[in-house]
């Protein structure tokens, strides 16, 4: 029995065995983890404390005989970026350097007393040299009157971050953001804790900030903040110790410290650095910054574009491109368009800084590489004209509609655009936009909320119905097509009655009751007669006219380096694709530039072109070459053009379309512009119905010299009631490029 028991006893203390042998080995797996954490803990403290000591406490070295301590730092050399030319080489856009006078955590003073002496010392140098500060985001603002400074609180003036992070402040001296503060009474809260106070002994002694001592800085109580510290002595003039608070409030609220540095002048006038080098102030710095720099301000906005950090929406394309994040690339316009060649590729150098700043030695790691300079087909004295006269030829619309009285007549014209192209090879000579913008003083938040649009540039984006400027083409067609010759006459009698449920008017009929009689088609074109048009096109058919004006590049992009709008070909297709039936009416409407047709002044450039040259449609383009940075050889660009398609323009139909808009310049709708001009001219006008009470459209195109031509220049003006009308800025355009002739 005892034995029996015995066994009972081992197997009850068994599984105890077993549980106490099972949690030594779960205490000893905790204890090795715990070790293996602390050690890995360890090693990255010691990493951590090595960088900070490589960074921070640097290294003792001899110098000049001294031993003293020197950090090293890697910092970025940014590339020059490359500038933009106009066709002769005229800088429009190009890098200036500014020197920044930056004061630097890593070796400025710690202790307040140093602190508020060596911004008393650098604010002295600035007043003698007549140099303004940047503005501290403190919502303090100075006034000088009556022999005192007065001080105002205008939290409310604010961004939204910077309104946090002023609240964020006022917790931290202590004081109730829902009450409401004095100037002064913040004033002195910041002068007690940046310690710009006089000390007595028995203040020091007792903690104090601040006593009742005098000194020769004190000011009269009349420039003190009016509180309870009628007492207290400040230990520099008022106005110098609120902009020494003022600095250290941005210090503080700004996060200074050793990657974020506080630049207190953007653009430090050289006869200044100088003088503060040589006072060797502990924790102040000069940073060459680039800055881009337009150097026509107001003008080609529309095409040169913005450079600046990169945004949201691109950061995962940007980076994919080996970007750091806080790059400057090229936003729109030619600067985002050549953003690829115009960047350069950053270098780095290597500095060993003494402790108070002093750089003692640079080493250059890698060489920064600059951007290739871009040169633009733009000539900028035609540029400049060109955006001049379409601003004035706008203004002279509108103030002589408003002088006569009549409505429709031109009274609400306020936009439009301008085209300028060499017709024989694609080039963009001038391209305006109106109203414009200045993008050296660029507020996008006003742009965008300005109804008028200044953002837009109508030029490649804006889309119009050409009106009658469209019959050209229409013409060319019907004679390519083998439908009319340039004899071939038909009897206009004002009513077009070929349909029964659509029988539209020729305008000569509207205003007169009168027809054109039996014209041919260079008559036609040069009186613009609708129904001349209207038949034409019918016997040409929606399709054969839609395939033919698609050759001559109407309704798709021109291949500009810049964002474009498509337009829009009136044609069956097009309706198809909205759920709208096609009519006969669509068709005739269509061949006078009305229907759907919409499109931007730079096709319609690109499209007579093609007609004026004989036939070759060029990609229409902004860029003519690049030049390598330091290259002294003047550069060399292929003129020629890129051509996208060849369309066969017989020499018969050639002649015919030129004679007809020589006739249109001498005696047609283009008289008043350019009747006994000094050089042979062609044009075309037309005056494109919208819809609702707004005056017409205008449209003006025009080529010279006649049968060499260098330019073509096309003119859309909102609601300029007459295509004759926006013929002016043209005609302005042409004097400026030929002058004498």
């Known amino acids: ?125 600035f007043d003698h040299a007549g140099i303004d500060m940047r503005t501290s985001t403190l919502p303090v603002t100075d006034g000088y009157a009556d022999g005192r400074y007065l001080f105002f609180l205008k939290p409310e003036t604010l961004s939204s971050s910077d309104r946090t992070r002023y609240e964020n402040y006022l917790v931290t001296l202590g004081m109730d953001t829902t009450v409401s503060l004095t100037a002064e009474q913040l004033l002195d809260a910041m002068f007690v804790r940046y310690h710009l106070y006089e000390e007595t002994e028995t203040d020091e002694m007792n903690g104090s900030s601040h006593g009742a001592s005098t000194s020769k800085n004190a000011v009269s109580s009349s420039s003190e903040p009016e509180t309870e510290t009628s007492s207290k002595h400040l230990l520099y003039d008022m106005h110098t110790a609120y902009r020494i608070a003022a600095i250290r409030y941005d210090l503080e609220v700004l996060q200074f410290d050793a990657v974020n540095p506080y630049v207190l002048l953007k653009d430090t006038d050289l006869s200044l650095i100088t003088p503060i080098k040589e006072q060797n102030i502990s924790g102040v710095t000069f940073h060459v910054q680039t800055e881009r720099e337009y150097c026509y301000p107001g003008y080609a906005s529309h095409i040169l574009g913005r450079t600046g950090k990169i945004q949201a929406e691109s950061v995962e394309y940007y980076t994919a491109q080996g970007y750091p994040l806080d790059a400057v690339v090229g936003l729109d316009g030619i600067e985002g368009a050549m953003e690829e060649v115009l960047r350069g590729t950053d270098g780095k150098m290597q500095l060993e800084m003494s402790a108070d700043g002093s750089i003692l030695k640079q080493t250059v790691i890698e060489e920064a590489i600059p951007g290739k300079d871009v040169y633009l087909t733009l000539d900028i004295e035609l540029q400049i004209k060109a955006e001049e006269a379409l601003s004035e030829n706008i203004a002279y619309i ?181 759920g709208i039936t096609w009519t006969g009416a669509a068709t005739l409407q269509t061949a006078i530039g009305q229907a759907y047709n919409a499109y931007t002044p730079i096709q319609l450039a690109m499209y007579l072109s093609t007609i004026v040259n004989g036939g070759t449609r060029y990609q229409a383009h902004y860029v003519l070459g690049m030049k390598e940075a330091g290259a002294t050889a003047a550069p060399l660009f292929d003129a020629s053009g890129e051509v996208i398609e060849k369309i066969s323009i017989s020499e018969e139909t050639h002649a015919a379309l030129i004679e007809a808009m020589h006739e249109v310049a001498e005696n047609g709708s283009a008289t008043r512009v350019f009747r006994g001009y000094g050089i042979p001219v062609g044009a075309k006008t037309g005056t494109a119905e919208i819809g609702g009470d707004g005056s017409p459209n205008a449209v003006f195109a025009g080529f010279a010299p006649l049968n060499a031509p260098e330019l073509l220049c096309v003119s859309v003006i909102e609601n300029g009631a007459s295509g004759t009308s926006a013929g002016l800025c043209v005609r302005d355009v042409f004097d400026a490029w030929f002058g004498g002739r």
Request: charged share 20%.
């Open 1 to 125: 029995m005892p034995k029996k028991k015995q066994n009972r006893s081992a197997k009850k203390a068994a599984p105890t065995a077993n549980r106490t042998h099972s949690a030594k080995q779960g205490l000893w797996r905790y204890a090795v983890l715990c070790v293996l954490f602390l050690t890995v803990i360890s090693l990255y403290i010691v990493r951590f404390m090595t960088i900070q000591h490589a960074d921070m406490d640097g290294s003792t070295v001899t110098y000049n005989g001294e031993k003293i301590t020197v950090t090293q730092r890697t910092v970025t050399v940014k590339a020059r970026r490359g500038s933009i030319l106009d066709r002769n080489g005229t800088p429009l856009v190009q890098d200036i350097m500014r020197y920044q006078m930056v004061l630097d955590a890593v070796s400025f003073p710690k202790e307040d007393a140093s602190a508020n002496e060596t911004l008393f010392t650098l604010l002295t140098l």
């Open 398 to 578: 509108a103030e002589n509609a408003r002088a006569t009285g009549e409505a429709q007549s031109g009274e609400d014209a306020d936009a439009g655009a301008l085209i300028v192209v060499d017709p024989n090879n694609g080039a963009i000579l001038a391209s305006a936009s109106h109203p414009t913008f200045d993008l050296a003083a660029y507020d996008y938040t006003a742009l965008s909320q300005d109804e008028k649009l200044p953002l837009l540039n109508r030029a490649l984006q804006g889309t119009y119905a050409p009106g009658s400027v469209f019959k050209v083409g229409i013409a060319a067609a019907a004679m390519e097509n083998g439908i009319i010759t340039p004899e071939t006459k038909i009897d206009t009698k004002g009513i077009y009655t070929y349909y029964d449920d659509y029988q539209p008017r020729c305008w000569l009929y509207t205003r007169t009751g009168l027809s054109h009689g039996s014209i041919n088609v260079i008559e036609a074109l040069c009186d613009s007669c609708n129904y001349f048009f209207f038949d034409v096109g019918r016997q040409l058919g929606a399709n054969t006219m839609a395939d033919f004006m698609t050759h001559l590049g109407l309704g798709q992009k021109t291949g500009v380096e810049l964002p474009e709008s498509a337009g829009i070909l009136s044609s069956p297709a097009y309706t198809q694709s909205k």
